[in-house]
């Protein structure tokens, strides 16, 4: 299986930071990489998907990039509705794997 | 809207069994590939299993192979678990979760997941 190793587990920030997620794949994934946010007692909710393309109603501030083996999710203005956990994929192989996740939390 | 809900969850011996169902709503199931993933109490996120839209591919994580069965009803709009000789460590959230791309062979992305279920494996 393809490993997955998300950076930092926690990120204690404050509302406005700019925040950037780093994912790192055991193998090259070419864009076949989507970040997924997660708040306490919900579903995981898609975010963005082949790297950078955002799904519709997310807002704008949350941003992709990356290719092969390291990627980033960046939020560049936190916002108080963005705390959660967030969960790198990759979906090149027919073993979907994800990476342990990130949870961001107010300093 | 697009909906997915779950049931069947709840609390069984270890060594027995449970079959999970989602309901879906608002797209046509049978153009979508499906897809099973869990989350332990306090731990990440990991995919179970994978039914292709017309239900001739199947796929299961190492974890649960020889013991889950994914299936799906395009008739009911609905896609099962059944799990069998269930261990401790298959305690966790179920949540079901739908392809984005349609009449794909994939792999992709999970567009839209359910609420989840919580199964508990426990004597």
């Known amino acids: 299986d393809i490993q997955m190793t998300q950076s930092p587990s926690t990120l204690s920030v404050s509302v406005g930071d700019r925040v950037t997620i780093t994912c790192r794949a055991s193998?090259?994934?070419?864009?076949?990489l989507a970040w997924y946010q997660q708040k306490p007692g919900k579903a995981p909710k898609l975010l963005i998907y082949?790297?950078?393309s955002l799904q519709s109603g997310v807002p704008s501030r949350f941003s992709g990039s990356g290719s092969g083996t390291e990627f980033t999710l960046t939020i560049s203005s936190l916002q108080p509705d963005d705390l959660a956990t967030y969960y790198c994929?990759?979906?090149?192989?027919?073993?979907?794997?994800f990476g342990q996740g990130t949870k961001v939390e107010i300093k | 809207q697009v909906q997915l809900v779950e049931s069947g969850g709840g609390v069984v011996q270890p060594g027995g069994s449970l079959r999970l169902s989602c309901e879906v709503s608002?797209?046509?199931?049978?153009?979508?590939?499906m897809h099973w993933v869990r989350q332990a109490p306090g731990k990440g996120l990991e995919w179970v299993a994978v039914?292709?839209?017309?239900?001739?591919?199947?796929n299961y994580a190492e974890s649960v192979k020889g013991r889950f069965t994914i299936s799906r009803d395009s008739s009911k709009n609905t896609l099962s678990l059944q799990m069998n000789s269930l261990r401790d460590e298959d305690t966790a959230v179920y949540y079901c979760?739908?392809?984005?791309?349609?009449?794909?062979?994939?792999?992709?992305?999970?567009?839209?997941w359910g609420q989840g279920n919580l199964v508990t494996v426990s004597s």
């Open positions: 979760a739908r392809d984005g791309v349609g009449f794909s062979y994939g792999p992709n992305y999970f567009e839209y």
């Open positions: 608002g797209f046509t199931f049978s153009d979508y590939a």
């Open positions: 039914i292709s839209f017309d239900g001739r591919s199947k």
């Open positions: 193998q090259t994934i070419s864009t076949w």
């Open positions: 082949k790297v950078s």
């Open positions: 994929q990759q979906y090149k192989s027919y073993s979907w794997t």
